[in-house]
């Protein structure tokens, strides 16, 4: 159903030479567009509308193309003024669902969901972007119902499998979970993302580190909500215990401090007092945005943490890391990377998960997040010309109505 539209009622136009030219873009623009040119489908539309503007057809079809290349903010107005002259026009109505809640506007996209699926029950696409739309706005019995008749409407519908597994991991029911995990994979689902997903509940072979995709979507979403929902909901007090661990170090001011997935940077301001100047890093776009608007950073990168360690010409006497090893596992290359960035008398304080089984390095939970064992960081350190100058247990948040055990560590050069 979301495609671009073919018919359009040219045969009304009177032919001259500018009319001619804006249905040839039009035309142009439906090439491109089946072609996967959705940038060079949108200009040509565009370029019609300018010859013949107001044509629903050609305003629905850019909308479609925006919404295709990334530009939802943009797509929204066309889409709208689409359905101005024709409500009835479902195409339509489900990009503009999309784009909607690519911006974040979730009850719209809901709406305009229910509105196709009330012309046409049967369209899977419609149930599983319904059901997207249901898990932001925390509507999570409506979403699973949404994945569930997606799956039965189209059970090759991988996305679908995937979001029903999730919601299902969520709720405890991980044989279920698992299933729809593995139907995604069966129906061409992302092997990545979805054998990270099954590797938390089988215990089988598991990677070293979450998907990068996984964790740059995840942020980029989240980050709206992030301090609220962390601090507020889940009692996350995580920076301010690190701090206080560095603190009691005695009363050294560093030169440098380099902040490793520094989020919506909740460490920075406690940073700032002790350093002369503050560096993050973080693969979510959006989670950096936060951090510059608090105004503590002097240089704020987009990177993956390990990649900035082995490729970065800065150097500094303090690296932290809070609450960022949950989605790493191997820990070598990043400790590896600090020891590369760390001056002779450099500090490096960081938190981890503590797993309590202490015969393994580490693992990845049903929760998707890693934990560490105290015997294995503390190998580590060793390993990489590190000593222990302190290694507290303390909770690092609460989570169903129980602490979650965390390692708060600082090394020494």
């Keep these: 159903m979301l495609g671009a ?17 804006a249905k040839a873009l039009f035309f142009e623009g439906n090439t491109r567009f089946a072609a996967g040119d959705f940038a060079g489908a949108a200009a040509a539309f565009e370029h019609s509308l300018e010859l013949a503007p107001g044509r629903a057809s050609t305003l629905a079809n850019l909308g479609a193309a925006r919404v295709r290349a990334g530009r939802p903010a943009e797509a929204i107005p066309v889409l709208e003024q689409a359905l101005a002259r024709e409500p009835d026009d479902l195409q339509s109505r489900g990009h503009l669902g999309l784009a909607c809640a690519a911006v974040g506007r979730h009850a719209d996209a809901l709406a305009c969901h229910d509105r196709v699926l009330a012309a046409e029950p049967g369209h899977a696409a419609s149930w599983l972007a319904r059901g997207e739309a249901l898990r932001f706005l925390e509507r999570h019995d409506e979403a699973l119902a949404a994945f569930e008749r997606a799956t039965a409407i189209d059970p090759t519908l991988a996305a679908a499998w995937t979001q029903r597994g999730d919601i299902l991991r969520d709720r405890g029911r991980l044989g279920e979970a698992r299933h729809a995990y593995e139907a995604a994979l069966a129906n061409g689902g992302n092997r990545e993302l979805n054998g990270y997903f099954l590797a938390a509940l089988s215990g089988g072979a598991v990677p070293p580190q979450a998907p990068t995709t996984y964790v740059t979507r995840f942020f980029d979403e989240y980050a709206g909500t992030f301090d609220e929902h962390l601090v507020g909901m889940l009692q996350y007090h995580a920076p301010e215990l690190l701090a206080a661990q560095i603190a009691r170090l005695g009363t050294r001011r560093f030169a440098a401090a380099l902040d490793l997935g520094c989020g919506t940077g909740l ?42 360690l082995r490729t970065t010409e800065s150097r500094h006497d303090l690296v932290v890391a809070a609450d960022v090893f949950i989605y790493v596992g191997a820990l070598s290359p990043v400790v590896e990377g600090v020891a590369r960035v760390l001056s002779p008398d450099g500090v490096f304080a960081f938190t981890a998960e503590a797993l309590a089984d202490e015969t393994r390095d580490f693992a990845l939970l049903p929760s998707l997040r890693y934990a560490h064992s105290e015997r294995h960081l503390r190998e580590l350190a060793a390993r990489h010309g590190f000593a222990v100058a302190s290694l507290v247990r303390a909770p690092l948040r609460r989570e169903q109505d129980r602490d979650v055990e965390g390692l708060y560590v600082v090394l020494r050069r």
């Design 267 to 308: 460490l920075g301001p406690l940073l700032r007092p002790i350093s002369d100047r503050v560096a993050g890093v973080d693969l979510s776009a959006a989670m950096l945005a936060l951090a510059e608007a608090r105004g503590v950073y002097d240089r704020l990168v987009q990177d993956e943490v390990v990649a900035h």
């Design 5 to 21: 539209r073919r018919s359009c009622g040219w045969r009304q136009w009177r032919v001259d030479d500018a009319l001619e030219r």
